[in-house]
DNA sequence: GCCACATACAACCGTACGGTTGTATCTATG
DNA sequence: CATAGATACAACCGTACGGTTGTATGTGGC
């Protein structure tokens, strides 16, 4: 998931996915790459659910799959939960009045 | 960025480093890996902004990076932004009444 | 049915990445 | 100050990744 996002390319076409409406050949149209690449590229996005193609006349338009960036959005939530946790215990710990036995090292 | 976050062992790392105090030593002690290895995961999470290490007598801890993280929640929900900018549009479409010139072929 | 278009897939190539070991630096402690 | 502990860094290695070209498959138009 991450790994997908971490390509500029693949980033910059889940930005494109999302409000056009372009096959793989229309979006290869906007990179100095290959069209094959590209594909490659779309083929990687979208075994990570973060794009889905779906067939129209001989194309295949390439959508923007919003449930899957929620995924990685909520990921990174998760990491902020876990932070705030952190500092719930923290505070816990002072206001119980609860001395570090061993105050730093 | 993406890129830090695309490794598992580092977002391990990051995960260890948001409520644990502990050492670059420490840390690498939790993996089946070199100590090198854990720090070169440490040093490119710190270049992403996602860490920053502390001096604390000899050792030094690593802490995540609030700040860090949020901007990377920040990016994906850019594209939250971005899908709900289009569904806007197309409603902003069909109120306008205006319809597609070639409806889908 | 045939041709052109759009996509898929395989084979190959250079390079960046995750891993190793070895050596250097810095800091606390005896 | 010598030594052990903790971190940094360089050199090297295998492999996965991003890219290429070439060929196969599938769909629409004539």
Do not use: C
Not at 58 to 85: F, H, I, P, S
């Amino acid at each position: 998931m991450f790994r997908a996002l971490a390509d500029t390319t693949r980033r910059d076409i889940v930005r494109r996915a999302i409000d056009a409406e372009e096959g793989v050949a229309e979006l290869a149209s906007h990179y100095s790459m290959s069209f094959a690449a590209v594909q490659k590229h779309v083929a990687i996005l979208e075994r990570a659910g973060l794009v889905s193609k779906e067939r129209i006349g001989r194309r295949k338009v390439v959508r923007a799959n919003l449930e899957g960036l929620r995924v990685a959005r909520r990921l990174l939530d998760r990491y902020e939960e876990l932070w705030r946790g952190r500092v719930d215990r923290m505070t816990a710990l002072v206001a119980a009045g609860t001395e570090m036995e061993e105050p730093e090292r």
